[in-house]
Nanobody, 129 residues
Framework: QFKLVESGGGSVQPGGSLTLSCAASGSTLDLYTIGWFRQAPGKEREGVSCIDTSGLTRNYQDSVNGRFTVSRDRAAKTVYLRMSSLKPEDTGIYYC??????????????????????WGQGIQVNVSS
């Protein structure tokens, strides 16, 4: 059974860094476009970043562009989200999700258009002083 698992969350002070990992069981992430999403308390889920199967197409939400970096490690079969210069508004539950019908060169930050069929359970990120 295909399952996604996030790790690497936690608490950090503003300006700090965290790296989230997304790993899969039951398949390999190489085949899928992967998106990172987050949901803050009282807010809707929003797209943060995504990476296509080639690793060459990467998209970022404007608020994280320049601070977050998404990448693939094919040997480790893991997708990472490196988050730096963290702000309190980055606090939330972070999810990775897999688009199992990917289009090379395309990835979307929209969590609600039906492309992302598989979701991890989410992991908490807290940014506060």
């Amino acid at each position: 059974q295909f399952k996604l698992v996030e790790s690497g969350g936690g608490s950090v002070q503003p300006g700090g860094s965290l790296t989230l990992s997304c790993a899969a069981s039951g398949s390999t992430l190489d085949l899928y476009t992967i998106g990172w999403f987050r949901q803050a308390p009282g807010k809707e889920r929003e797209g943060v970043s995504c990476i296509d199967t080639s690793g060459l197409t990467r998209n970022y939400q404007d608020s994280v562009n320049g601070r977050f970096t998404v990448s693939r490690d094919r040997a480790a079969k893991t997708v990472y989200l490196r988050m730096s210069s963290l702000k309190p508004e980055d606090t939330g539950i972070y999810y990775c999700a897999a688009d199992v019908s990917p289009v090379l060169g395309i990835c979307t930050l929209n969590p609600d258009n039906g492309r992302y069929e598989y979701w991890g359970q989410g992991i908490q990120v807290n940014v506060s002083s």
